[in-house]
């Protein structure tokens, strides 16, 4: 059953803070329902960053532990048939339980048993069977696995879309134009809503005009900037139908709120730490009735509608992907996103010897090791 899948591989093992290391480590052993998956990419996301500048994640991760969360693979061990030897998957990072009240109420993002799995930083990665069972999709045979990794962050940003309802017309803010920002400003604009994005680094806005965002703001959100931005681009300077916040800082979270105009609606997408406190005036909630929302995770719903927004390519993958590196350069790239002069996100292949630096046109061409890489 294991036939051709070593006993040892190499994996980046998070031991502390800024301490990732290359390992070898074993193999996974599947059980029951479980799947041992061939990672053929796994993207790198500002979570794992926080993760390796902390050295750990409450929820997720105790050290020593092989992290990364987004990725596609091929699976090398299955007992499951609907996923067979040789299956090329895409899994979420999490699956719900089914059971609990927020599952009944199908409101499973709020699980209260939600199974995570980590170690996509590595050759191979155990899927857990409840993850199987319902966050593990088949990806089609010419989806790259650095685009199909996408499918994870993609679907919170959808579930950050529809929780609001951003409609045809509508005036949208987007705030923060990292990897969610941008894929939260995409979405809007295929639901056919005017969209500003505003962000305090040109380069990540030069990548929102390549997503049909209608207005790109390099600039800090200063009051200043919060006026003149209600007064320009609104109608009767009353602020905006929608606003997302995708920062997550209290300040942003209250210009948010400010930048909204009355009936309309605010998503504050980006996650605080624990403990941080929001004061909103009450008369914005009152007399001008808006409403907020603070979206948190996907469901699997969302998990598969954005397979598909992937693999038609409503949401160009390769304008977020910018780069491909090898795993053995993984420490490298985790510093290069920590100082910011990382592209949004980079693939990360095992199969790729260290150095090695595939350009978009030779990720649409790298399917680890089902292809050649043709261009080079
Ligand atoms: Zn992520
Ligand atoms: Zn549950």
């Excluded at 009944?104 to 980590?118: G, I, Y």
């Excluded at 061409?365 to 292809?371: A, K, L």
């Amino acid at each position: 059953m294991t036939e051709g899948v070593p006993e040892t591989m190499s994996a980046c093992v998070l031991h502390g803070k800024e301490d990732a290391r290359l390992e070898k480590v074993p193999v996974p052993k599947p059980k029951d329902g479980e799947l041992l998956v061939r990672v053929e990419a796994a993207l790198t996301c500002g979570t794992d960053l926080k993760v390796f500048l902390r050295g750990y994640h409450e929820r997720m991760i105790k050290p020593p532990a092989v992290f990364g969360h987004e990725f596609a693979g091929k699976v090398v061990v299955s007992e499951n048939e609907r996923f067979p030897k040789g299956t090329r998957i895409v899994a979420a990072n999490s699956a719900p339980c089914r059971k609990c009240y927020f599952c009944k109420l199908e409101k499973p993002n709020l699980c209260r048993d939600l199974l995570f799995v980590n170690g996509a930083y590595a050759e191979y990665i155990l899927i857990p069977a409840r993850i199987v069972d319902n966050n593990c999709l088949t990806i089609p045979v010419d989806l790259p696995g650095s685009k199909a990794a996408l499918v994870e962050p993609l679907a919170c940003a959808i579930k950050g879309v529809e929780d609001v309802a951003v409609g045809r017309g509508e005036k949208v803010l987007v705030i923060g134009a990292g990897p969610l920002g941008l894929m939260l400003a995409r979405l809007s604009v295929l639901t056919g809503a005017e969209v500003t994005s505003v962000d305090d680094q040109p380069d990540r806005i030069a990548v929102a005009r390549e997503l049909g965002v209608t207005n790109m703001v390099a600039e800090r959100l200063t009051p200043e900037l919060v006026n003149h931005l209600r007064a320009e681009l609104t109608p009767h300077k009353l602020g905006f139908d929608c606003v997302i916040e995708a920062v997550g800082k209290p300040g942003t979270w209250n210009q948010a709120v400010e930048l909204v105009r009355p009936g309309g609606r605010v998503n504050l997408f980006g996650g605080c730490p624990r403990g941080t406190e929001l004061r909103v005036d009450t008369t914005r909630l009152h007399y001008d009735e808006i409403s907020i929302y603070a979206s948190f995770h996907h469901t699997p719903q969302t998990v598969r509608k954005a397979l598909e927004f992937v693999a038609n390519s409503e949401i160009p993958a390769f304008t977020l992907v910018r780069e491909g590196r090898s795993l053995f350069d993984l420490p490298e790239v985790l510093q290069e996103m920590r100082k910011g002069s990382a592209s949004p996100k980079t693939a990360i292949f095992p199969q790729l010897p260290g150095g090695v630096r595939l350009s978009v046109d030779e990720l649409e061409q790298f399917f680890g090791d089902s292809r050649e890489l043709r261009s080079r």
